[in-house]
């Protein structure tokens, strides 16, 4: 059984940046595929980005596009989300997700975490 447990959350103006982590316990992190997902107040959980298991395969939000960045640390078993040019409408509550091996932009994840707030002021 793996956790998921993300950290960094906060409170930012709008135009700064986060860095959002997701450290991993109770698996095999170096073969799961690493998502995060978010969810604004009264809208559906929507994807932000994914990594493949080796760091090789990205995958990006339209919205995110040049200015988010997903990367990890499998000696660490953390992902990272780096949040730059930070807008209002990015204010959400951030998971983060895991699977075997291969990314989706879906929310066919076997593993998430609790969340982060994220609010960005304007």
């Known amino acids: 059984q793996v956790q998921l447990v993300e950290s960094g959350g906060g409170l930012v103006q709008a135009g700064g940046s986060l860095r959002l982590s997701c450290a991993a316990s109770g698996g095999t992190f170096h073969i799961l595929a690493m998502g995060w997902f978010r969810q604004a107040p009264g809208k559906e959980r929507e994807f932000v980005a994914a990594?493949?298991?080796?760091?090789?395969?990205?995958s990006y939000a339209e919205s995110v596009k040049g200015r988010f960045t997903i990367s990890r640390d499998n000696a660490k078993n953390t992902v990272y989300l780096q949040m730059n040019s930070l807008k209002p409408e990015d204010t959400a509550v951030y998971y983060c997700?895991?699977?075997?091996?291969?990314?989706?932009?879906?929310?066919?994840?076997?593993?998430w975490g609790q969340g982060t707030q994220v609010t960005v002021s304007s």
């Open positions: 997700a895991a699977r075997p091996l291969t990314v989706t932009t879906t929310e066919a994840y076997d593993y």
């Open positions: 990594i493949n298991w080796s760091g090789g395969s990205l």
